[in-house]
């Protein structure tokens, strides 16, 4: 009876342990794979994050090429008007401005309510100057990236930089107030002082153009001073002063005619003479550009070397081609 007892009772046992264990590891089981999960989770937040982050980041890095792109192109638009920084430009500006109203200051002998007028009239100039290159930026940045409005822009910008170098200028609006401001007596006053100055830069304009040929030629004591005497009677003097006076008076200088020019020189200098004057003719198309000379009046005003007269020797070789091939050798 009791070995039957014991066997069924065994089973029971057995199946009762079995559920023990399997209520114990189904949990640790579930445990695990719930971790798992949350961890694959965690995983893919962090692809996620990271994805955003790296969008975010390209996002970014191309709002900033834009805006470095476009504060480029507006400092290009800057040094281009100012040749510097803005705020050195502007310094250099309000310089200028103190220094004419200064010069025209004594050169009038203005009294100081002339003086105040003046100063107040080149203030207001160089406001509107300030105000057009705020404009230039203002128009770029709308522009977009419309390519043939930025080429426009830049065009405008470097016609602001020659407005920049005449401000103050004989055509300003300073300029209008003081002639309207100024007495009869202090124009005349001025209009001497000017015409000495002009006369004086006219004279260093030529030294230096015969300068330039001492540095090829020897020249005589005597030579120079009568070269410096004929350029004065056959270039006269421009109205107002401009960056190309020296430039203009060298191709004045090679424009003079052969006869007037050559007996001022011994015969063996002539020849390399005559090869700078050919230099000083390439100037020409500077001068046009500048406005300075009419094309169709400098080729007419081309020197008059008579080729039947004057052999180039053999060792000399001519500067400009064209010559050579007047002279009947080949360049």
């Not at 009876?1 to 009772?9: A, G, Q």
């Not at 502007?90 to 003046?118: A, P």
């Not at 009239?121 to 105000?131: C, I, L, R, T, Y």
């Amino acid at each position: 009876m009791d070995m039957p007892r014991f066997h069924i009772l065994s089973h029971v046992a057995a199946v009762m342990i079995l559920m023990a264990c399997s209520e114990s590891v189904w949990p640790q089981d579930f445990e695990r794979q719930e971790a798992a999960a949350r961890l694959q989770q965690v995983q893919i937040e962090r692809v996620e994050n990271a994805r955003l982050i790296a969008e975010k980041a390209q996002h970014e890095a191309i709002l900033i090429r834009g805006n470095v792109a476009i504060f480029q192109v507006i400092h290009h638009i800057d040094h281009v008007v100012y040749g510097t920084s803005v705020v050195f430009g502007q310094q250099q500006i309000e310089n200028q401005l103190v220094n004419k109203v200064q010069q025209l200051s004594s050169e009038y002998d203005l009294t100081e309510t002339q003086q105040s007028k003046l100063l107040l009239a080149a203030q207001w100039e160089a406001k509107q100057f300030s105000n057009e290159v705020v404009d230039l930026r203002k128009k770029y940045d709308s522009s977009g990236s419309d390519l043939i409005e930025q080429q426009i822009v830049l065009k405008q910008a470097q016609d602001l930089q020659r407005k920049r170098k005449s401000l103050f200028g004989p055509d300003s609006f300073a300029s209008k107030v003081l002639a309207r401001t100024v007495t009869g007596d202090q124009l005349a006053k001025y209009k001497q002082v000017l015409d000495d100055r002009l006369r004086l830069r006219h004279r260093s304009n030529i030294e230096g153009a015969i300068r330039d040929i001492e540095r090829q030629v020897v020249l005589k004591i005597a030579q120079h001073e009568a070269l410096v005497e004929l350029l004065i009677k056959e270039i006269p003097p421009p109205k107002s002063n401009h960056d190309y006076d020296e430039t203009l008076v060298k191709y004045q200088f090679s424009q003079i005619p052969e006869q007037t020019m050559r007996p001022v020189f011994d015969e063996d200098q002539w020849p390399q003479v005559r090869q700078i004057f050919d230099g000083f003719h390439e100037l020409e198309a500077a001068l046009v550009q500048q406005g300075l000379i009419e094309q169709e009046g400098a080729a007419a005003s081309k020197p008059a070397t008579n080729p039947q007269q004057e052999k180039v020797p053999t060792d000399v070789t001519p500067i400009n081609p064209n010559r050579a091939q007047q002279d009947g050798k080949k360049p």
